[in-house]
């Protein structure tokens, strides 16, 4: 079963802070995405990294995907109060394309900053 | 047109009513997924089509029945649903092919389901 940890659960900070999110796995996934939810909205990718040492950035957004694409963290920068949401990562669930487009999920962060 | 529709947003029911939830893309995806997602807690995959065919069921209760008519139409039937069915229901979609999902999933906004 290929499991995706997500650390931390809850994450509550100030405006101008910086943190990191992490997602870890005893598996290796072809590729890890990453999701922002804001409360009664559907999650929105953010980004996906599918190289294992890739870094991509997204603004004050940084996501690193770990060499051995076991693991993957999100660092944010400066963060602001429209940061505050859910954020989730997820992989595509089974090696060898048998399990069609289903995605594993982390349990996700639930990030709050504050003014 | 990058965008997933779901109806109704919100929707109270009856443990006795039938409903349905309708989802609609028409970004050429071949595959689409309801999801059941409860309050702070990551999605839960409920049901995956692809190409119009149902290849996943994730031992979901018959109460929940899904139907794809077409490749942009995804539909929900509900019957007979429980209190503890209340969640946000999401539909998505995705390119997909196999299981190198690299193009991630475009989900709608979701459905507020209340069941009384």
């Known amino acids: 079963t290929q499991l995706l940890e997500q650390s931390p659960q809850f994450l509550s900070i100030q405006e101008g802070e910086n943190l990191t999110v992490y997602c870890n796995s005893s598996s290796v996934f072809s590729s890890l995405q990453w999701y922002r939810q804001e409360p009664g909205e559907g999650p929105v990718l953010l980004v996906t990294?599918?190289?294992?040492?890739e870094v991509k950035k997204l603004k004050r957004l940084t996501f690193q995907f770990g060499d051995a694409r076991k693991d993957s963290s999100l660092h944010i920068t400066a963060a602001q109060t429209g940061d505050t949401g859910l954020y989730l990562c997820?992989?595509?669930?089974?090696?060898?394309?048998?399990?069609?487009?289903?995605?594993?999920f982390g349990q996700g962060t639930i990030l709050t900053v504050h003014p | 047109d990058t965008e997933v529709t779901q109806t109704p947003k919100h929707l109270v029911m009856g443990m006795t009513n039938k409903k349905s939830l309708k989802c609609e893309q028409h970004?050429?995806?071949?595959?689409m997924y309801w999801y059941k997602q409860k309050a702070k807690k990551p999605p839960e995959l409920m049901f995956v089509y692809s190409y119009e065919k149902l290849s996943i069921n994730e031992s979901v209760p018959s109460r929940f029945s899904p139907e794809c008519p077409n490749s942009s139409l995804l539909n929900l039937h509900l019957h007979a649903l429980q209190p503890e069915d209340s969640a946000l229901y999401l539909c998505?979609?995705?390119?997909?092919?196999?299981?190198?999902?690299?193009?991630?999933?475009?989900f709608g906004s979701g459905t507020r389901l209340t069941v009384v």
């Open positions: 990294v599918v190289t294992g040492g």
């Open positions: 970004m050429g995806h071949r595959a």
């Open positions: 998505a979609s995705s390119q997909g092919r196999g299981g190198r999902e690299k193009h991630g999933y475009t």
């Open positions: 997820a992989g595509p669930k089974g090696a060898g394309g048998t399990s069609y487009g289903k995605l594993t």
